[in-house]
Structure formats: structure tokens, C-alpha cells
């Protein structure tokens, strides 16, 4: 299968520090990313829609100033939380859509782990 | 009423039982229907996908997706001490983002 990477894969922050968290896909075209949230024994949480070249969409309740997404290429995706505090604690997963694929197949990057003191 | 629903478990096997997971949902213009496996602190992988209602299977996994009921499963055979993991149902129809349930715990016991 396709190949998502995500780094950093842990990263612990001060609250009020920006922290940028890139998701790539390394065999494939990507023209949609995706970026999840998941808080500990809960299940992900979609937060936004990364289409390369366009503005992300946000899901209902997620603050765009707060979580700012680029996809400036077919392979990369980054995710920005800024002004950070310790509630956006959480496990941020990317996925990357399969434009060949018939039912539009998503690979999920491994995670990463951001922790704001 | 949430859009799928899933027993978050725990649920505690001994190795070579017989897994059945399930997930209720509430939306009938699912026609997707997937299960991911995901280990502490991983992303999910993909174990299986099917598309309107019917069986799969693939290796030790048999999904079973019935429409009419808008109830899916997943049954693992010969559990294994690996398969313990997080178990995501998630759902679509064509073009549209996918819906998980919160996942069930699985642990597997030697």
C-alpha cells in the first residue's frame, strides 16, 4: 500500500509557541489530505480537508486561524497549531486520498504526538 | 444518536478464540464500509473494505456488512496475541469523507 509519513512524531511544546507538523506521501499523488484529531480512547475526529493548490475546508467547530493547513504540493501537507495550549494536547493524524482509487482510499500517516506545557 | 456506534470495550480473548467486533450506524447512504486496526499510539492501517452489503474475507478476517439491518462486523479467526489493537469501523459513500466509530480494545491473551 501507499506510504504516509508524518514528522515529528512526538513533539512537547510551551503553551503560547506555534508548532508545524508535516504530512507527506511518499510513493503517490496526493490531491487530498486530511488531518484528524484523537484524544486519548476516542476516535478520530476529522478537522479539515487539504486540497493541493486550494484553501483547507474546516469541519464545524474547528478554528482555521487556530489550525492553519498548506498543501502546496501533491506530497506535502503541513499543519500549524498556533498560540498552542494545553488543550490542543492530542494525537494529529494525516491521511492522503487515492485519486486513482474507486472509492477514494485514504493511508493514514503513523501520528504525532503533540504535547503543550 | 451518534452516526456509527461502536462497544469501545475493552474486550479480552483467549489466543484462538473467535473475535466478532461490530458497528451500529444510522446513515443509509453509507456504501463503504472499512475496518482499521490501530496499535497504541500508531495511525490506523486498513484491514478491510466492502462496498454495500455482503461477506469478505481475507486470510483469518470476515467482514460482514447488512444494509437492511445498517449493522457491520468483523471476525477475526485464530486470534492471535498481535491482534490486540484498537479496531476502527469507518464509513462512506463515494466522494465523501469517511465517519469511524470510537473503536473497540482488543487484547488477545496468550
Known amino acids: 500500500g501507499a506510504v504516509v509519513s508524518q514528522h515529528p512524531s512526538r513533539v512537547i511544546c510551551k503553551s503560547g509557541t506555534s508548532v508545524k507538523i508535516e504530512c507527506r506521501s511518499l510513493?503517490?499523488?496526493?490531491?487530498?489530505m486530511f488531518w484528524y484529531r484523537q484524544f486519548p480512547k476516542q476516535s478520530l475526529m476529522l478537522m479539515a480537508t487539504s486540497n493541493e493548490g486550494s484553501k483547507a475546508t474546516y469541519e464545524q467547530g474547528v478554528e482555521k486561524d487556530k489550525f492553519l493547513i498548506n498543501h502546496a504540493s501533491l506530497t506535502l501537507s503541513t499543519l500549524t497549531v498556533t498560540s498552542a495550549h494545553p488543550e490542543d494536547s492530542s494525537f494529529y493524524i494525516c491521511s492522503a486520498r487515492v485519486r486513482t482509487s474507486a472509492w477514494n482510499e485514504q493511508f493514514f500517516g503513523p501520528g504525532t504526538r503533540l504535547t503543550v506545557l | 444518536q451518534k452516526e456509527v456506534e461502536q462497544d469501545p470495550g475493552p474486550l479480552s480473548v483467549p489466543e484462538g478464540a473467535i473475535v466478532s467486533l461490530n458497528c451500529t450506524y444510522s446513515n443509509s447512504a453509507f456504501q463503504y464500509f472499512m475496518w482499521y486496526r490501530q496499535y497504541s499510539r500508531k495511525g490506523p492501517e486498513l484491514l478491510m473494505y466492502?462496498?454495500?452489503?455482503g461477506n469478505k474475507e481475507d486470510g483469518r478476517f470476515t467482514a460482514q456488512v447488512d444494509k437492511s439491518s445498517k449493522y457491520i462486523s468483523l471476525f477475526i479467526r485464530d486470534s492471535q496475541p498481535s491482534d490486540s489493537a484498537t479496531y476502527l469501523c469507518?464509513?462512506?459513500?463515494?466522494?465523501?469523507?469517511?465517519?469511524f466509530g470510537p473503536g473497540t480494545r482488543l487484547s488477545v491473551l496468550p
Open positions: 466492502t462496498y454495500s452489503s
Open positions: 510513493d503517490f499523488q496526493a490531491t487530498t
Open positions: 469507518a464509513m462512506s459513500f463515494y466522494g465523501q469523507n469517511f465517519v
